[in-house]
């Protein structure tokens, strides 16, 4: 039997799965979500919460106080969608062409929505509530751009926590892990410029493709041989451009790199060894090498004790049977990494379903699935009102140790 959190908030569901529907319906860029973010506040401001706009261009933070607690939580949803054009031919497709909510972000806004007006309506919780709809996930990364915007110095929190679906994942399952959870991310542009030539004469130009085909190689090396087996590691060349014609040695070569980890030791291994190497390699070629190295997101790790509340009240919400307490990591990344650098807490994973038929997400086919509006309201709703239930501090401390089984 459903718990009556569920139940209750599946009596209201079909209102915020047209909302999601409406979302999806017009997706928007990051730093460009003008009508989403609008969207969300209007809802905020008629629910009865603080809303503060502008963060990072477009974010969007409702704040809601009750009681005297002195606890502060955060929630945070994404809420940019994707460069792809939809496929999925569903009634509430994307209708602006090249641009879809290819990774559910729709779906987190709503889920965090129908919560906010549970909460507002008939929470029970003591404290601070702060619901950040953070613009940008996908890119340029909008964490970093609210943190900088002062996003925890105007909204302090304790623990702030954030929740992404997952196809593979039955719906109605949820997933923790504490510690690495997902993997860094760094973007690396390697540019050779050695000199061009006739290909009937190479003995008279300096290959950069020769060269860049020695390096694509050569970083292969880097994981297998430098890095221990026990960790991960992941160097990828998801480009190498050079030349247009079969009988001209170019002049220049470019290799566009992703490099990821699940420890920060290795992150910093990998670019010193990626540097070093592609120089090396140059100078045995006789080509000139330029390394553009941008640390994007870091490895996002999961505080112990927010994890094992946030565990405890998906306990509670749906039982231990659907609740994996420690998945394996994710070489994805995400950028609330960058809010947990700043502040503890938890990423936590909602089951998409993992049934036949399903995609993943970033596919043009994918969708969120509705099932999950009322169950993720659900989760947030309970876990705030566990969170906020008295005013200590601490992470350590249980609220009530019986509505949070061990």
């Known amino acids: ?31 460009h979500e003008v009508r989403t973010s609008q969207r969300i506040a209007e809802c905020l401001q008629s629910w009865g919460y603080e809303v503060h706009r502008g963060l990072a261009t477009t974010g969007v933070v409702g704040s809601l106080r009750r009681g005297a607690g002195g606890r502060r939580l955060g929630l945070r949803a994404d809420m940019d969608a994707l460069p792809l054009q939809e496929t999925t031919g569903k009634a509430w497709a994307s209708a602006h062409h ?87 991310s760094d973007d690396v542009v390697i540019t050779l410029e050695g000199v061009g030539g006739h290909g009937a004469m190479p003995h008279q130009a300096t290959d950069p493709i020769v060269a860049g085909a020695a ?32 009988n001209v040695i170019p002049q220049t070569a470019t290799l566009l790199v992703s490099v990821r980890a699940l420890d920060a030791a290795v992150r910093d291994l990998l670019e010193r060894r990626i540097r070093a190497l592609v120089k090396l390699q ?26 094992q509340v946030a565990r405890e009240a998906a306990f509670e919400l749906v039982g231990s049977e659907r609740v994996t307490a420690q998945c394996p990591p994710f070489t994805g ?25 399903g995609c993943m997400v970033h ?25 906020l239930c008295d005013s200590t501090p601490s992470l350590e401390d249980s609220c009530d140790e019986q509505a949070l089984p061990a």
């Open 282 to 307: 140059a100078d045995s070629f006789g080509v000139q090498a330029r390394v553009e190295y941008k640390r994007d997101y870091p490895v996002l790790v999961n505080d112990p004790a927010a994890t």
């Open 215 to 246: 390096i694509v190689s050569a970083l292969q090396s880097i994981v297998s041989r430098n890095v221990d087996p026990q960790h991960t590691a992941i160097v990828t060349v998801g480009a190498f451009n050079a030349g247009h014609a079969n």
């Open 333 to 357: 990344s995400e950028d609330f990494a960058v809010m947990l650098e700043h502040c503890p807490g938890s990423y936590l994973l909602i089951g998409n379903g993992d049934g036949p038929g």
């Open 363 to 387: 596919n043009p086919g994918y969708d969120f699935n509705d099932d999950n509006v009322a169950l993720g309201a659900a989760y947030w709703a309970l876990l705030a009102e566990r969170f």
């Open 98 to 184: 090249g641009v879809m909510h290819a990774c559910g972000h729709d779906g987190h806004t709503a889920m965090l929505l129908a919560a906010a007006r549970y909460l507002a309506e008939e929470g029970v919780f003591s404290g601070t509530l702060h619901l950040i709809f953070q613009p940008a996930e996908e890119h340029p990364g909008g964490a970093r751009l609210m943190i900088a915007d002062g996003l925890f110095e105007r909204f302090p929190c304790d623990a702030v926590f954030a929740m992404h679906n997952m196809p593979g994942i039955a719906q109605g399952r949820f997933a923790f892990r504490e510690g690495p959870m997902m993997a860094s």
């Open 1 to 31: 039997m459903s718990h009556p959190l569920v139940r209750s908030l599946q009596a209201h569901s079909e209102e915020f799965i047209a909302l999601r529907r409406d979302l999806h319906r017009h997706p928007e860029l990051g730093l």
